[in-house]
């Protein structure tokens, strides 16, 4: 421990981020960082727990509990207290191939469980994992390490998220020769196109692929595996083959006048923003533009969120985010969302915070929802119609949305975004390789296992889980590492 009393000592602080009016005016970060003695302070909370459960990742009530990884938090907490910043980079590889995405984009499930967090605030464990990775690479400590010897196996990766890099990762570490295939014109999966700019530049990204493909990787882009790279080719050419498409398939809604010009989803605006703005910075044209429009997002997560940030800096005329969800409490309900659930309590994002300090208020609406869009004489979005809501649990414990009588309202509206979430992943490749899918359309593969109905095919992150985090990506693809080292190999020292 680092001081046994530095959770009563200290208090809880994050660095200020950058002023919401000033920081909607361009895409670059928004966080702002402490300085080292700031870290340490922050790092002395940390109680070193006799069971830490910020580094045992759990699935609970349909959220997680904890870090997916494993991070060895209260150990690198420790080793930041005492100055010893390069050893606290060495703990955090051993469980993250890459926490300068983690410590960017993570809602950090690590603090909902932190056990300071029972009688106080959690300990600031992202931001700490962030200041150790960007320290490492300022420092030049993090530097290519291409094993010293190789199997003579190869291994191709079929999508190159945060699933498909910690996979490749791993297994180019195992000494197999790995080829990562890339249907996008850059690497990075949703880390590059899907993410904002603003939440993870992407030159952390870049500064990443770079440092694998100078370890032995080979990545390919323009490379739809079941498209215009025949899948026979894979099966053919290689040992083994790790799926890591994500679950890409948006769900879309069925609301009349769904077809009007002026109604996208969120992907499609998200992404043609994020690669316009990578190719061209904006110059090309090649986006949708919510320059001076009223716009609406349908959808409360953090796709939804995402949206707003982005149609600020377009310089929107009016931003509203619609959720089903009730607006949660100020504080953690102790009964229904105990620790060390994820606290379901009210906090504004940083878009939220945006439209807030540019609007007045926060721009969610809770408990809504959309019955249809409304356009012009020539196809044209103008206004929705929307109803209140409330939830109820049947006697089955399904999840009833009851509309309330007398809160029907219009919305005025020139570009909505749908971000209702995602079905599952694309069904082309899976349907190539003859792949058996579970209920919910994803790849069947069990967790742990990631082998697939196919032999020498395995399955890892979305594409196997559905949507989920970054985090989760990262442990399926590690694991799923370990599982093709095994099948290749018969044993495996990968952890």
Known sequence: MSTPTGFMDYKRELPADRDPLERIKDWNEFHKHFNEDQLRTQGARCMDCGTPYCHTGIEMTGGTSGCPVNNLIPEWNNLIYRGLWREALDRLHKTNNFPEFTGRVCPAPCEGSCTVGLIGDAVTIKTIESAIIDKGFEEGWVVPQPPLMRTGKKVAVVGSGPAGLAAAAQLNKAGHTVTVYERADRIGGLLTYGIPTMKLEKHVVQRRVDLLEAEGITFVTNAEVGTNVPAEQLMNEFDAVVLCGGAT???DVEIEGRDLKGVHMAMDYL?????????????????????????????????????????LRHGCKSITQFGTHAKAPLKRDNDKNPWPQFPNVYTLDYAQEEA??????????????????????????????????????DETGRKVYKEIPGTEKVWPADLVMIAVGFEGPENTLIQKLGLEQDRRSNVKAAYGKYQTSVEKVFAAGDMRRGQSLVVWAINEGREAAREVDRYLMGTSMLP
């Open 249 to 251: 398939k948006a769900r």
């Open 271 to 311: 992404n043609g923003t994020i690669k316009s703005y990578l190719d061209s910075n904006l110059t090309d044209g090649n986006y949708i533009n919510a320059e001076g429009k009223d716009v609406i997002v349908i959808g409360g997560g953090d796709t939804g969120t995402d949206c707003v940030a982005t149609a």
């Open 356 to 393: 807030r300090a540019l609007y007045g208020e926060d721009p969610r609406a809770f408990s809504v929802l959309t019955k249809k869009f409304v356009g012009d004489s020539e196809g044209n979005l103008k206004e929705l119609h929307t109803v209140q809501i409330e939830r109820t649990v």
